[in-house]
Each structure stands twice: as C-alpha cells, then as structure tokens.
C-alpha cells in the first residue's frame, strides 16, 4: 500500500510541474463565500457552493481581460460572476441547472426601475396583519409537515399570499425571492453537510420579521447601485447542453462546476426547490437530477467505464479504486462519467471561446478510500487534450482533514486542495 501511494504522489508531482502548479495565498479566502456577508447583492442569499466576487476581479486582472469583453459562467449558481461582470460593465450569460439556482441569479441581476425600488421598499415597510388560516403547498414534499411549526408555516403563507397579489413581475420575483432567502432560516432544519439536519434548539425566529429585514436589505442595496449596464442572460438547463445553444462568441468562461464529492445540490437547496414550486413532484425531482453533472449519487449514472480520450492518471486512479473497498461500489463509475461530462462541457467553451480566450474553472479535489483524486490536474490534461494551452494552476488552499483522514492520506494530503486551473485557448 505505502509502494502505492508513493507511485501516486510522483505522478501526482511529475503533473504538478507539467501543468506549472503553484500555490497563491491570495486566492485562499476567495474560494468560498464566506466574504459576501456584507457585500451588498452577493448577502441576499448565502450561497455555499459559491465563491467572492473579489476572486473573479482578480480572475479579470489576471487575464488583462479587455473592457468589451464577454463573459460566460456555464455553472453559474446563484450569480456570482453575473453580478460582478455587470457590475463592470461586461455583457454576460450563465447556465444553470438548479432552477432555484437559475431564479436567484436573474433577480439578482435585473435593471430594477425608480418605481420598482420604490415598490419594494414599500412592500418591506407593509403591516403584515397575518390571522387568517392559509391552504398549505400543494407538494408532495415528505419532510414538509416537520419543517415548520403550523403557526410559522400559516404565517409564510400568508405572506407569499400578498406577494402573488402583487402586479409588477419584477417587484413580485424580487420579493419571492426575500421569501425564498429566509425559509432556512425560519425552519426547524438547517443546512449541513450534504442536505439538512434537524436543529438541536426550538427555532423562535418571526417569519415576517426576517422576511422584512432581508428586503429592507435589498431594497437599500438597489437605492444605492445604479441599474445601468447590460442585464446577464441566463438559461436554466445543464451545460452539458450548452452546445446546443447559438449564443456567440465569449472572451472569458469562468465558473466552479459541482466537485465530485457526492455532494447533491438538489438535496442541499431542497426547501427553496419544493416551497417555490420549481418542483411539485418526486418525479420532477429525479429527472432533473438525471441531467445534471455527475458529481454525486443521485445522479444518472452509468456503470459502464470508458477512459478513451481521459488521461492515463485517471484510468490508474479508478484501476486503483476498483481493487479497494469502498462505501458505494458506484463511486469509481461516477468519478469516470462526471469526467467524461466535464470533457464534454470543456469541447463546447472550446467552441464557444475567442481565439485567446480563456478558461478559468474553480474546483476542489475529492477523496475515496486512502486516495486524493486531482481533479484540478485531470481538468488541466482534459482541457490541453481539447486543445487548450494550461497557463496554470493555482493552488488556493489545501482543506483540513481529520486525524482519521490524515493518517488514511498520509503525505498525499497536500491534494485535498481548491484550486483555479487556468486555461487559454
């Protein structure tokens, strides 16, 4: 086993100077979302798959991206690098599988009118006089009847009766989102690892007072920003379909793509899925899981291996993993599609891509078994495969680990890491 794992870190190593990867402390604290807290748009909703709209500055400094550049983000979340190339002034477009997802990111980035801030500001300021009883959700969602207590859920729903009274599409998206921003917040569950997990203490958290204080937030936010520049385009469908779409020609496509560590983000945003209607059934639900990438076990995966056109790492890594025990049988089979699926999505930026442009993906490494897996690296082979130059990757952190883990690791620990791998076409 230690012969093993010390063949794995030379390559590992041998790949590292290949692809002229180094370390930048700058970028450490720019991975998460952490640092939005306070940053007016990004603090609506957190968002924790997310990253700061300081490391996309930094992504466009990088690169010298010139002023009437494109900007395309194929993962785009809840619209972190929307925010901030309109922001600057760049046309953009995201894609966006999670429907929620997609919804967070347009509202964050309309062109809001006097009138319609003014509407908003006097929706936060409403007496919400809340007595009557409210007909429940029409969802099949299971955990629906232990999220909330009756007086809490009868409260939300009144108050997103009043904003479907409302008339302006905009006013009223825009405050479904407030809505959707506090429903965490307000439950007896909260967000953790890989989907919810019941609070330990009795949630007493008023409804309506959160949902005014988060669009008297918003409704200040839009005081103060000027709603010039170009409004993002956004498509809610998987980027792997990305090729299908006639959208022209960008300068830059950067996003952080879901990492392969079985995380779900259909499981994680489940309570803003299933109260705002984006699915009404379980059926919807697993067939948008089916399109999306396969970076977890929900997904569609197919248990057939094919490594034609994958680097020769790859292939050891899953010959590797094939000959240990490990927790779900599947996960070698899923490792190979979601590479497979990620060359895929790198040919169709490859199309859709200036000559010169460029490609900067955030992503973190995984790890099954005793085993790192680099998917920076493997992205950096992938990507000059296509026919991309890999300028570089730059390493932004390396993730703790428990004494467990370290010990399982050992001296491969140091690729439990975030990076930015920089591609150039």
């Given amino acids: 086993m ?19 990867t180094d370390p930048d402390r700058n970028y450490e604290y720019l991975v998460n979302f952490s640092q ?9 909703f957190y968002y924790q798959e997310g990253y700061s709209p300081d490391l996309v500055k930094n992504i466009f400094t990088e690169i010298n991206l010139k002023s009437n550049a494109r900007i395309l983000d194929p993962f785009c979340g809840s619209g972190t690098s929307l ?11 995201g894609v966006e599988i999670n429907p929620f997802s997609a919804f967070a990111s347009e509202v964050k980035t309309r062109n809001y009118t006097t009138s319609e801030i003014k509407q908003i500001g006097e929706f936060a300021n409403k007496d919400f006089s809340l007595t009557k009883k409210v007909k429940s959700l029409d969802i099949e969602f299971s955990l629906l009847g232990r999220l909330f207590t009756p007086g809490r859920l009868n409260k939300l729903l009144q108050i997103r009766e009043q904003i479907d009274n409302l008339q302006n599409i905009r006013v009223k998206n825009i405050c479904f989102f407030a809505w959707l921003s506090v429903l965490e917040k307000v ?12 609070r330990i203490r009795i949630n007493k958290v008023d409804p309506v007072v959160e949902f005014k204080n988060r669009l008297k937030e918003i409704y200040n936010d839009l005081s103060h920003l000027s709603s010039i520049h170009h409004e993002p385009g956004i498509i809610n469908d998987s980027s792997i379909n990305l090729k299908k779409y006639d959208v022209g020609k960008f300068d830059v496509a950067i996003f952080s793509p879901p990492y392969a560590n079985c995380f779900d983000p259909f499981e994680v945003y489940k309570i803003e899925l299933w109260m705002g209607g984006f699915v009404r059934n379980y059926e919807e639900l697993r067939n948008k899981r089916k399109t999306a990438l396969s970076s977890n076990l929900n997904a569609s995966i197919e248990k057939v ?15 590797y993993l094939r000959k240990n025990q490990l927790w779900d049988t599947r996960l070698p089979y899923m490792l190979n599609n979601y590479f497979i699926q990620m060359r895929e999505v790198l040919q169709a930026l490859f199309g859709k891509l200036e000559k010169n442009g460029y490609c900067a993906i955030v992503v973190g490494n995984s790890a099954y078994g005793t085993l790192p897996v680099p998917t920076d690296t ?4 992938i990507g000059e495969d296509i026919g991309f130059r890999c300028k570089k ?13 370290h010990l399982k690791i050992g001296n491969l620990k140091e690729y439990l890491r ?4 920089l591609l150039r076409k």
């Fill in 2 to 20: 230690k012969n093993t794992k010390e063949k794995f870190l030379n390559k590992y190593k041998l790949l590292d100077r290949r692809l002229n």
């Fill in 36 to 44: 939005t807290k306070n940053i007016p748009v990004h603090r609506w």
């Fill in 83 to 93: 925010v901030v190339a309109k922001e600057l002034g760049y046309d953009s477009l």
């Fill in 187 to 198: 439950s007896n569950y909260r967000r953790g690892g890989n989907g919810l997990k019941k």
């Fill in 305 to 319: 291996f094919n490594l034609d056109n994958m680097p020769e790492i790859l292939a050891d890594i899953i010959s």
């Fill in 378 to 381: 493997i992205l950096g082979l």
């Fill in 393 to 405: 990757i730059i390493v932004a952190r390396t993730n703790e680990t428990s004494s467990q883990q």
């Fill in 418 to 421: 975030e990076s930015i791998v």
